[in-house]
């Protein structure tokens, strides 16, 4: 997902969006899409928005880092499950992951999936611990880690 116009960013993300803004000389989205490469991914629907073209232009079809990358273009924004819901054509009938392409993580995809694969999930949520979770929202789970409810922020 590389679509929001990263406005707690500005004045940084005026004529850039969030996932080019550069960390250790590469745009954050490189970050994501290498570590979904790591972890077995090569083929990515990049849904995009905000200075859309930027980004196209930027990663192209994804050849340069062995993936192929597809775009999903919103004409408006249309949030993370409108986002989603745009590119259901090139997500196909399978599993997906999505993530963000502004969020440097390194996540165990691999261990993720196979979490989701043995439990048999309709849906699975990668979530961290942090000392303060009221800027991000809280998820109660229970003993399973089923998620029970969601507080936002």
């Known amino acids: 997902m590389a679509g929001g116009e990263g406005t707690r960013l500005r004045p940084?993300?005026?004529?850039?969006p969030k996932p080019l803004l550069p960390v250790i000389n590469r745009p954050i989205m490189e970050h994501v899409l290498r570590l979904l490469k790591r972890h077995g991914f090569t083929e990515t629907?990049?849904?995009v928005q905000f200075l859309a073209a930027l980004v196209r232009n930027y990663f192209g079809d994804g050849d340069e880092l062995g993936m192929s990358l597809h775009y999903a273009t919103e004409d408006t924004p249309l949030g993370t499950a409108g986002s989603v819901k745009n590119a259901a054509d090139k997500l196909r009938d399978d599993r997906f992951l999505v993530i963000s392409g502004d969020a440097l993580t390194d996540i165990d995809l691999t261990d993720m999936i196979r979490f989701h694969r043995e439990n048999e999930a309709m849906v699975t949520i990668g979530l961290k611990r942090v000392p303060?979770?009221?800027?991000?929202g809280i998820v109660?789970?229970?003993d399973h880690g089923r998620v029970e409810r969601f507080l936002e922020k």
Do not use: G, H, R, Y
């Open 132 to 136: 303060n979770p009221l800027e991000f």
């Open 45 to 47: 629907v990049v849904t």
């Open 12 to 16: 940084m993300t005026a004529n850039q």
């Open 140 to 142: 109660i789970v229970d």
